[in-house]
Structures are given as C-alpha cells and as structure tokens.
C-alpha cells in the first residue's frame, strides 16, 4: 500500500462528528415564532442563559398568552430531557405524538399561574410572555420569581407593551418600576436586613443579576424558596405534579356550611366581622406521609413545598409561621436553616406538634383540634405514636399537656418528644377541626366532650362555683385599669372570680362542666369553657386590638349567648394588625357599656 492510500484510508475510517443539534432560535424560526430571530429574537437569549447554569435545564415553564403549543414545542424539542410546562391564557393542547414532556395546562388568571407553580419543581426558566397586562406582569414577578431556582432565569417579555394604551390596566407602578427598586435595594444595601422587613426587600434579595435586552428583561434567581401549601387545598395533585411518591391523602368529609349555634351581641359591630351565622368548614382529610423532613415548632418542609400542617391559622390570606421568614403571599424561606442531614425516625408517627407547646391556649384550640384521627390512626397503626415538640427553651412537655393527652388515651409513653430535625419513616396528620378566626367544626365537640368525661373521672372533688368570672393574672398583658369596678358588677350577680390556672386539668374540667353562666377577660383562661355544658350565656370583656375568635368559635358550637365587649385601649387598634394593641391594656366604659352589662346580667 502506498503512502498516499494509507493516509486516505484513515481519513475514510476516521469517526465522523455527530451533527449539531439546532439551536432554539432554528427551532423557533421552523416554527415560525415571534420569539425567534424572525421577531424579537428572544430564544437565542434564552439558550445562553440556560448554557450558562452549567447543567442541563430540569424544568422549563413558559406563561403563555399566544400559540401555546408551538412555543413548547420549541422548548422541548431543543431540550428533550427537561420537562416543558407552558401555562396557557388561551385555548391550546398537545396532540397525539407530542412529546410526553410537554405540557399545556390552561389558566385564567394569575392565581391560577400559581397554583399550577406549586405543582412544578425545579424550575431552571420561567417565561412570562402573558396577556402583558401591566397588573399581570407586575404580580407575577412579584410571585414567580420565588418558583425559579437557585440560579435559574426568570424572563419578562414584550417590554414594549408598557407604553401601549389597551395594556396599561392599572395606574401604579409597573414591573420596571418593581425592577428599578429592586436594583435601588441591591446598591444601598438594605438586603442586609434579617428577615427582610418588606416584600420587596425580600423581592430584590431573590434577584442575583438583572439584564436588559431589547424588549427582554433577564432576571437571575438568588437562592432557594418554598411553596406554602394550603390546608383547605387538596395537596395530592400538587406532590403528584413534582413527581412525589411521599404521599397518600384520603378525604373523609366534604366542606359545607354550618350555621352557627349562638345568639351574639356586641358593643362593637364595626369589630365584630368574624361573629357570623355561618361558617364555611372545610373539608376533613387524613394525610400518611412516608419520609418527610419534620422540625420542632410545626416546621413541616419537603421537596420544595412547606406542608399545610405547618400553618396553625390556615384561612388566614397570607399564612405565616414563626418558622419562616416570608417572602410574599406564596412563598417562604426557612428561618434558621440546618443544612446537615435530618436522623431518621423509624416508625408511624401522629403530628400533635404546636408552634408553642408550652402556651395553655394553643394546646385546647390547635393540638385538640387533631384528636378526631387519633383513635383510627392507631388501630390502623398500633404502635402509633404522638408527635410533639418540647415548650420553648427545655426539652419537656408541660404537665397540663401530658394530663390532657393522657385523658384521651395518649400516655406519657406513646409520646415522642421532636427536639431536632427527623426524617419521619410514616407520619399521619389530619384537618384542624378549629383554627383561628373563622374554622370551628361541629363535630369537634365530641371531642371535648371526650375529654370532659374523662377528666372528671380524675376531677378532686373540689365544691365549686356555678357563675363564675375568669380573673387575668397581673403578670400577664391585657390587663383591665378598672377591672375591680368590672368585677364588682358582676359579683353583685352571683359571679364568683377565679383563675382556672391554679387548678389542675381534671378541676378545670369540672369547674366549666358545672357552669351555669361565665364569663372574663379574653384569652386563654377562657379555653377551658370547651367543657361547659351546650346553650350557656357568656359574656366576654377585651381590649379593640384583640382580635382572637377563640371564645365565639367554642360557642358557635355549643349554643347559647355570647355577649362581647370591647374597651378602649391604651394602644388603639389600627388599620393593621400590630402586637401593641393585640396584647395592650384597656378601660371597660362603665358609662357607655355599663347599664347594658347590668341590664342583661339583671336578666339571667
């Protein structure tokens, strides 16, 4: 073989390179898309974004208000190992011999933008190419931003539509407005602030970098945030939707409305929004959890999402935790985070867990409200045990919150004290059966009077009174200027004062259990009227600013009267809610509230 048949013979056996994929822009051109070099030229932006996370892109999630599918297509077919979800204004979906990554799913409005988010993890690029309203473009950066990862882009096309007439929906600030302040908070330095004492700190803190194109905004992600979950929301769907198999979730009742069983009167109408005839309960579901990360406190994270149990106030708009520092209506980080790995926990586990253990009050309207499910759970689960975190500072349980798991049927051995992060083998949880300000549902009653009978089973014997008031502690906030003139009133009608906290759970039992009629100052040593008997009066005295509905709720489902009282206070209430006047002193008017308290007093 000669030299020269010898080099051409390699050059013919050489491997040739295998061709080069085309680019989203060729893709994008193919499918005749705006967003391609033949319009706006925005693909090519967006493929040099994704190359830049320096992995290949997971999730990919295009808000769409124009040619949904084709603009997926684009996506899925220059990145086929990445799941495409395009959240679409308007009619379009997938055909047969469409990729199976790619997914259309039509929305109406923002919220629902956000609720298919929850159900997306992952999310390495967020396309906002809307309707381009200006309050649309506004809110969702203001939420969506906090769906991308660490590191992820998040786009805003059309900028140009901020100067069209049809799209300017609103007056207000737009989302250049929204991205110059966040870049005015990244130059002064005010992200300093631990937690961020506005959402748009905490919107400007999410923001690594910031790049203008034409037309085209490009936001980078700062860091990792966690999709709130609702309770009164089923939450199946939205583990499924991120591929979770970590749960199973079982509805055993429908919501439905139930009217009220108490005649309410008050001073204060314009105070009195949540004294209702009716409240909308919501649906009863048992979740079983299978490896999830629990912390102490009701901390409750996994796989992105912070799970509904977390949130004890769950109708609230915007829910909050101790736990979390918030970020916006949708979104949180984790206070304190603990990046070493959780210890395991073998077994079933039934969460009874608190935000403050060691607080009489969140004891009989929140870890009460969970006992419906005990008893299933446990025959389907009998080494079942109760999940709980210690009180504040120690690594015990109070006495009373033993004594009262104790009377029904949870001993101090079937209780698992939760000090530091697990990962849970099973725990099973159930819908709050109460939940401040407007959640109470009727058959919450069966368990009180679960506990009742049992706790005057251990109940001293002690002779107590049939009409009694509930004195305040002077250690405690809340405190009534005149409250000697108050107590006077009502002794002068039979009532004798007391202060429920010196006597033990059973003698608490049995002091409600044998009311006739009672009544105090607002707050916790109210609670225990969860065992008085159906259809009593009450009478309720406290400051404007606080704005707890723990007494109407016990009432609504007992019946009988409720007749509240609100004193100016030395913090007056506010248009919004603030400690201050939450937890401040007041005056009962004696000369505007006075003869109607002795007039229905006079009556009983």
Not at 429 to 439: C, E, I, R
Not at 574 to 588: C, I, L, P, Q, V
């Amino acid at each position: 073989m000669t030299r020269l048949g010898a080099a051409l013979r390699k050059v013919v056996s050489r491997p040739t390179a295998p061709p080069k994929p085309p680019s989203l822009d060729e893709i994008g051109r193919a499918l005749d898309l705006d967003q391609s070099s033949l319009g706006h030229d925005h693909l090519r932006h967006y493929e040099s974004a994704l190359e830049d996370l320096g992995r290949s892109p997971r999730s990919i999630v295009v808000v769409a208000g124009r040619h949904p599918r084709a603009t997926g297509l684009a996506f899925v077919r220059r990145y086929p190992q990445a799941d495409v979800h395009v959240l679409s204004f308007v009619p379009g979906a997938v055909r047969p011999g469409d990729p199976a990554t790619l997914r259309v799913q039509p929305v109406e409005d923002v919220d629902g933008v956000l609720d298919a988010l929850a159900g997306i993890a992952d999310i390495d690029l967020l396309v906002d190419d809307g309707r381009h309203l200006k309050s649309e473009k506004r809110r969702l950066l203001r939420e969506c931003l906090f769906a991308v990862a660490d590191g992820g882009v998040y786009a805003v096309e059309d900028l140009h539509g901020l100067t069209i007439d049809s799209m300017l929906d609103v007056p207000g600030e737009d989302v250049l407005d929204l991205v110059q302040g966040i870049q005015r908070r990244r130059v002064d330095g005010s992200l300093g602030d631990v937690p961020p004492r506005d959402d748009e700190t905490a919107l400007a803190a999410a923001v690594r970098g910031t790049v203008f194109r034409p037309r085209l905004l490009l936001l980078t992600k700062e860091g990792e945030h966690l999709v709130k979950l609702r309770e009164d929301a089923p939450l199946e769907p939205i583990v499924r939707g991120r591929r979770g198999e970590w749960l199973e979730e079982r509805r055993v009742e429908e919501s439905f409305d139930f009217p009220t069983r108490v005649d309410v009167t008050t001073n204060r109408p314009d105070l009195g929004r949540h004294l209702v005839e009716s409240i909308r309960v919501p649906e009863l579901r048992v979740r079983t959890y299978t490896g999830v990360t629990v912390r102490p406190r009701l901390l409750r994270v996994h796989d992105g999402l912070v799970l509904p149990e977390t949130f004890r106030l769950y109708r609230h708009a915007r829910m909050k935790s101790t736990q979390l520092v918030d970020t916006s209506q949708r979104y949180a980080q984790v206070r304190v985070p603990d990046r070493s790995a959780p210890e395991p926990l073998a077994g079933t586990y039934y969460d009874l867990d608190s935000e403050h253990t060691g607080t009489f009050g969140h004891l009989v309207t929140e870890v009460v409200s969970k006992l419906w499910g005990w008893r299933a759970a446990r025959e389907a689960h009998p080494d079942l045990k109760a999940l709980v975190s210690p009180s504040d500072g120690t690594s015990t349980l109070p006495r009373w919150f033993v004594d009262m798991l104790d009377a029904y049927g949870i001993g101090e051995d079937r209780i698992e004290v939760l000090d530091r992060p697990r990962t849970v083998e099973r725990l099973v949880s159930v819908t709050p059966l109460f939940s401040n300000p407007s959640v109470v549902h009727p058959r919450i009653r069966e368990t009180w009077h679960d506990l009742r009978d049992s706790l005057l089973t251990r109940s001293s014997g002690l002779e107590l009174p049939r009409r009694f008031f509930v004195g305040r502690a002077e250690t405690l906030t809340r405190q009534c200027h005149n409250g000697r003139e108050v107590e006077e009133l009502f002794a002068r009608h039979g009532f004798v004062k007391v202060f429920p906290e010196r006597l033990s759970i059973p003698d608490q039992a049995a002091l409600f259990a044998g009311a006739e009629a009672i009544a105090g100052y607002g707050g916790s040593g109210m609670l225990s009227s969860i065992f008085t008997p159906d259809d009593i009066p009450r009478f309720v005295i406290s400051p404007e600013g606080y704005d707890a509905m723990n007494e109407f709720l016990i009432a609504a489902a007992q019946g009988g009267s409720l007749h509240y009282y609100y004193c100016p206070a030395d913090v007056p209430r506010g248009r919004s809610w603030s400690s201050a006047a939450y937890f401040s002193d007041f005056t009962f008017d004696v000369e505007k509230d006075g003869p109607d308290l002795a007039e229905r007093l006079a009556a009983l």
